[in-house]
């Protein structure tokens, strides 16, 4: 799969108004929440150097904890949520600290930033899906008692997850055209209702008013984690905690109060929601453990390779158009396409793509965005000079388009990111682009030709195409994320336990 590609995920930034961000930071309270009640003074004295956990070489201290665990506490109150004693949710909060240490260190490692320009990009996007100004969800923000400092901060942190994602893991999912032909025959040769139109210029702008839309559904779950490399006795201890807790929770114990004292999901502070999404956006495993439940029923347990999982069913029906974004982000993968453009989509697709090739230098702790600026530069000037630009690619390109001279084909609009395609769509054939940064490094672009084509069925299979991506991309990202884990020095000491079944 070439990297410059995009197979995008909204669910980190596009956060509703009336959600809860993953790491934690509520986005509007609810009515009716209860004050919060002080930390006990004990916890704070727990350790004396005051370090809850050290990740690779870096501390967590027990101060930054408490002051997680109050804001946790808050939000839990807002969803009406039953709160867990302090030193659980001391626990809690203190395993998504570390999971987003590791997400950091690893981002660093790779050399990916955030600028100002992605979070303000970001800011708008979450406006416009709400169908509000920027300075209407900041007010909307403080009057739920969170800065908007704390707002944007977590922003941040959220793209950064995305652009991780997309340089970890999206390339790594393969769909062959074999799997494609037999999605499309179980669905009739229809069109999916989660995938997105390419020619769209603004695939992330909200649908039109309809009066319904595809097929939702909305799950939140409780997770037993099972670390990689787990015993045999291990696995079965953990499926014991797993079964106890489907106990309680169908003698009428309240979900989301459990899921918040004893989930390893990220989503655990949130009462263990997962969102609400088109039905073929979730994993298979997920879809066939909830097929025959109904909105509050709960399945049995299903294992996954990250552990064990308890759903329910939060919401199941079809999806009004008119209204404001979801209580929760939305899946990971294309936007749905409007209903208008599937309409349109039935007929003929005059699609103009353009074939280009690029030269790609990947920003990393050696490699500062300076010097790939500066090392495309030269290239480019080698290529002015009178060098053939496809003889530079296959030797300096770190893409896999490198040994065909950086050639990517016939690109259709929507099938690269943003940046990239913005310099593409800039330039005339046989020209080449300055450097261009985009989440993949820095790229220099060359248009060779235009064409006008017919893309309805090449429309059908990239609409497959993504349905099949969504529905495997957060497996293999928990997956990615698990061994990232197992592959840290982690010492949680608020939580021992948890450091020996890491071993």
Same mark, same amino acid.
């Given at each position: 799969?070439?990297?410059?590609?995009?197979?995008?995920?909204?669910?980190?930034?596009?956060?509703?108004?009336?959600?809860?961000?993953?790491?934690?930071?509520?986005?509007?309270?609810?009515?009716?929440?209860?004050?919060?009640?002080?930390?006990?003074?004990?916890?704070?004295?727990?350790?004396?150097?005051?370090?809850?956990?050290?990740?690779?070489?870096?501390? +967590?201290?027990?101060?930054?904890?408490?002051? &997680?665990?109050?804001?946790?506490?808050?939000?839990?109150?807002?969803?009406?949520?039953?709160?867990?004693?302090?030193?659980?949710?001391?626990?809690?909060?203190?395993?998504?600290?570390?999971?987003?240490?590791?997400?950091?260190?690893?981002?660093?490692?790779?050399?990916?930033?955030?600028?100002?320009?992605?979070?303000?990009?970001?800011?708008?996007?979450?406006?416009?899906?709400?169908? +509000?100004?920027?300075?209407? %969800?900041?007010?909307?923000?403080?009057?739920?008692?969170?800065?908007?400092?704390?707002?944007?901060?977590?922003?941040?942190?959220?793209?950064?997850?995305?652009?991780?994602?997309?340089?970890?893991?999206?390339?790594?999912?393969?769909?062959?055209?074999? &799997?494609?032909?037999?999605?499309?025959?179980?669905?009739?040769?229809?069109?999916?209702?989660?995938?997105?139109?390419?020619?769209?210029?603004?695939?992330?702008?909200?649908?039109?008013?309809?009066?319904?839309?595809?097929?939702?559904?909305?799950?939140?779950?409780?997770?037993?984690?099972?670390?990689?490399?787990?015993?045999?006795?291990?696995?079965?201890? %953990?499926?014991?905690?797993? =079964?106890?807790?489907?106990?309680?929770?169908? @003698?009428?114990?309240? #979900?989301?109060?459990?899921?918040?004292?004893?989930?390893?999901?990220? =989503?655990?502070?949130?009462?263990?929601?997962?969102?609400?999404?088109?039905?073929?956006?979730?994993?298979?495993?997920?879809?066939?453990?909830? &097929?025959?439940?109904?909105?509050?029923?709960?399945?049995?347990?299903?294992?996954?390779?990250?552990?064990?999982?308890? %759903?329910?069913?939060?919401?199941?029906?079809?999806?009004?158009?008119?209204?404001?974004?979801?209580?929760?982000?939305?899946?990971?993968?294309?936007?749905?396409?409007?209903?208008?453009?599937?309409?349109?989509?039935?007929?003929?697709?005059?699609?103009?793509?353009?074939?280009?090739?690029?030269?790609?230098?990947?920003?990393?702790?050696?490699?500062?965005? !300076?010097?790939?600026?500066?090392?495309?530069?030269?290239?480019?000037?080698?290529?002015?000079?009178?060098?053939?630009?496809?003889?530079?690619?296959?030797?300096?390109?770190?893409?896999?388009?490198?040994?065909? @001279?950086?050639?990517?084909?016939? %690109?259709?609009?929507?099938?690269?990111?943003?940046? #990239?395609?913005?310099?593409?769509?800039?330039?005339?054939?046989?020209? +080449?682009?300055?450097?261009?940064?985009?989440? #993949?490094?820095?790229?220099?672009?060359?248009?060779?030709?235009?064409?006008?084509?017919?893309?309805?069925? !090449?429309?059908?299979?990239?609409?497959?195409?993504?349905?099949?991506?969504?529905?495997?991309?957060?497996?293999? #990202?928990?997956?990615?994320?698990?061994?990232?884990?197992?592959?840290?020095?982690?010492?949680?000491?608020?939580?021992?336990?948890?450091?020996?079944?890491?071993?």
């Amino acid at each position: 799969m070439r990297s410059v590609h995009a197979k995008r995920r909204l669910a980190s930034i596009l956060i509703p108004i009336l959600g809860v961000t993953s790491s934690g930071i509520a986005v509007a309270a609810k009515p009716g929440g209860n004050k919060t009640e002080p930390a006990p003074a004990q916890q704070s004295q727990q350790f004396v150097d005051s370090i809850a956990a050290v990740v690779n070489q870096q501390v +967590i201290t027990l101060q930054q904890v408490n002051a &997680e665990a109050r804001a946790a506490q808050q939000q839990l109150q807002r969803q009406k949520i039953p709160v867990p004693d302090f030193s659980i949710l001391q626990k809690q909060v203190l395993q998504r600290m570390i999971t987003e240490e590791v997400e950091r260190q690893e981002a660093d490692r790779l050399g990916i930033k955030v600028s100002d320009a992605q979070v303000q990009q970001a800011v708008q996007t979450v406006a416009g899906r709400n169908k +509000i100004s920027v300075a209407q %969800l900041r007010q909307e923000i403080e009057k739920s008692g969170v800065s908007w400092d704390a707002y944007m901060d977590n922003l941040r942190k959220e793209v950064r997850m995305d652009l991780l994602r997309q340089r970890a893991v999206d390339s790594t999912i393969v769909i062959s055209d074999a &799997e494609i032909d037999a999605f499309l025959k179980t669905q009739g040769n229809q069109l999916p209702s989660a995938a997105q139109d390419p020619r769209a210029q603004q695939p992330q702008q909200a649908a039109p008013v309809q009066q319904s839309g595809p097929r939702v559904l909305g799950l939140a779950q409780i997770l037993v984690a099972v670390p990689e490399g787990a015993s045999s006795s291990q696995v079965q201890e %953990l499926r014991k905690k797993a =079964e106890s807790i489907l106990a309680r929770v169908r @003698g009428g114990a309240d #979900f989301a109060g459990i899921a918040a004292s004893s989930s390893d999901g990220p =989503e655990a502070l949130s009462g263990g929601e997962l969102g609400v999404r088109p039905a073929e956006g979730w994993p298979d495993l997920f879809l066939q453990a909830t &097929e025959n439940l109904k909105a509050g029923e709960t399945s049995a347990i299903i294992q996954s390779g990250n552990g064990f999982h308890i %759903l329910k069913v939060l919401t199941r029906g079809q999806a009004s158009q008119g209204g404001a974004t979801a209580p929760r982000a939305p899946a990971p993968g294309p936007a749905p396409v409007a209903p208008q453009a599937q309409q349109q989509a039935q007929g003929p697709m005059m699609v103009t793509q353009t074939h280009a090739r690029h030269i790609l230098i990947k920003s990393s702790q050696v490699m500062s965005d !300076e010097k790939a600026e500066t090392r495309l530069k030269q290239l480019r000037q080698r290529i002015v000079n009178g060098e053939k630009f496809e003889d530079l690619a296959k030797r300096s390109s770190e893409d896999v388009t490198a040994p065909q @001279g950086g050639d990517l084909g016939w %690109l259709t609009p929507g099938e690269t990111v943003p940046a #990239f395609e913005q310099a593409m769509n800039a330039l005339e054939p046989g020209q +080449i682009s300055e450097p261009v940064k985009s989440q #993949f490094g820095w790229h220099l672009i060359q248009v060779l030709e235009r064409r006008t084509k017919n893309m309805e069925n !090449e429309f059908k299979r990239m609409q497959a195409r993504q349905v099949l991506f969504q529905r495997r991309i957060e497996p293999a #990202f928990e997956d990615w994320l698990s061994q990232l884990r197992s592959q840290a020095f982690i010492d949680n000491r608020l939580d021992p336990q948890s450091n020996r079944n890491r071993r």
